[in-house]
T-cell receptor, first 111, second 111 residues
Framework: DTAVSQTPKYLVTQMGNDKSIKCEQN?????MYWYKQDSKKFLKIMFS???????INETVPNRFSPKSPDKAHLNLHINSLELGDSAVYFC??????????FGPGTRLTVT | GNSVTQMEGPVTLSEEAFLTINCTYT??????LFWYVQYPGEGLQLLLK?????DKGSNKGFEATYRKETTSFHLEKGSVQVSDSAVYFC??????????FGKGNQVVVIP
């Protein structure tokens, strides 16, 4: 009964490839997020969706495109992967303005 | 803007020692304040929170008090265990959904 789940947990790929990370939450929350955590553990918000609508879109290369097919899912698609995209990506969800619940993370390594 | 500052560098201490991690913030209005913990290889978990001045959040022996006069939310635990080894993030959330995280502090507890 995992609250926020992400797949895959690990993703190793070559530069130039396109990849997707999936996120699902079973908490009934209406808001979902993507964060990037770099090698120094610094967390940066990338996107946020509320009821399938984009509400936060930080300064992120347009190679990154979030997609929310329904309010329980928020996927992240990355085109033309670069070395600098290597990081851990976290999905999170919240209900209204309450605290956020995080997924276990996807460690992306670009070689 | 809204930002959180955590003390620099990892924290290494012996089991049963007293732990303090400093957190100060800059915010407009009256934000909610949080401490999140990230155990090795896992996502972030909410440790405790406080939503207004003078509130004290507590959980698992950890405490933090929302101090508006000093714009601080320092985390404390009286007697740490090896299992408390993790990265600790201070965060604030103003009226919108945008969580602002500090840079995190790695805590290492030695038996």
């Amino acid at each position: 009964d995992t609250a926020v789940s992400q797949t895959p947990k690990y993703l190793v790929t070559q530069m130039g490839n396109d990849k997707s990370i999936k996120c699902e939450q079973n908490l009934g929350h209406d808001t979902m997020y993507w964060y990037k955590q770099d090698s120094k553990k610094f967390l940066k918000i990338m996107f946020s969706y509320n009821n399938k609508e984009l509400i936060i879109n930080e300064t992120v290369p347009n190679r990154f495109s979030p997609k929310s097919p329904d309010k329980a899912h928020l996927n992240l698609h990355i085109n033309s992967l670069e070395l600098g995209d290597s990081a851990v990506y976290f999905c999170a969800s919240s209900q209204d303005l309450h605290e956020q619940y995080f997924g276990p993370g996807t460690r992306l390594t670009v070689t | 803007g809204n930002s959180v500052t955590q003390m620099e560098g990892p924290v290494t201490l012996s089991e049963e020692a007293f732990l303090t991690i400093n957190c100060t913030y800059t915010a407009t209005g009256y934000p909610s304040l949080f401490w999140y913990v990230q155990y090795p290889g896992e996502g972030l978990q909410l440790l405790l929170k406080a939503t207004k001045a003078d509130d004290k959040g507590s959980n698992k022996g950890f405490e933090a008090t929302y101090r508006k006069e000093t714009t601080s939310f320092h985390l404390e635990k009286g007697s740490v265990q090896v299992s408390d080894s993790a990265v600790y993030f201070c965060a604030l959330k103003p009226g919108n959904n945008r969580l602002a995280f500090g840079k995190g502090n790695q805590v290492v507890v030695i038996p």
